[in-house]
């Protein structure tokens, strides 16, 4: 009778834990299950790829808008001057942006070359695949980022 209102009792402790995914992929690699590369994990390293090919391609791009402003007054009207360092400087903070991306581009690399990539940092649980094809550099879960 103690037995089973042991068993009962672990039981339902069990429903209530959050299962960690991670640990349970991570054990099965090294227990030799299937090693090979999935095809999910190969796809957002393709994505991946794409987006960090495209961040250094529009800041190749955006290069001569970060430029200095020249402060000539004979050539150019003061709101021109204005406009132009003001075009400046939201070229600058879009140029912080995408070096942003890129450090969270290299994080998400990293995850996959340890067989964490599609698991919360957080909580441990996956992520949603449709969440890693809007964004592939997502390192949280949606119950975890809105926290």
Known sequence: MQIAATIARGASEAKHC????????VL????????????????ARQRLDDKKAEIEAMSAMSEAARAPVMLDQQSVGRLSRMDAMQQQQMATAQERARKRDLVRIEMAERRLAEGEYGWCAECGEAIADKRLAIDPMAEKCVHCAAR
Not at 18 to 25: G, N, S
Not at 28 to 43: K, Y
């Open 28 to 43: 099965g690699r090294a227990l030799g299950h299937d090693d090979a590369m999935d095809p999910d994990l190969e796809a």
């Open 18 to 25: 959050r299962p960690r995914h991670r640990r349970t992929f």
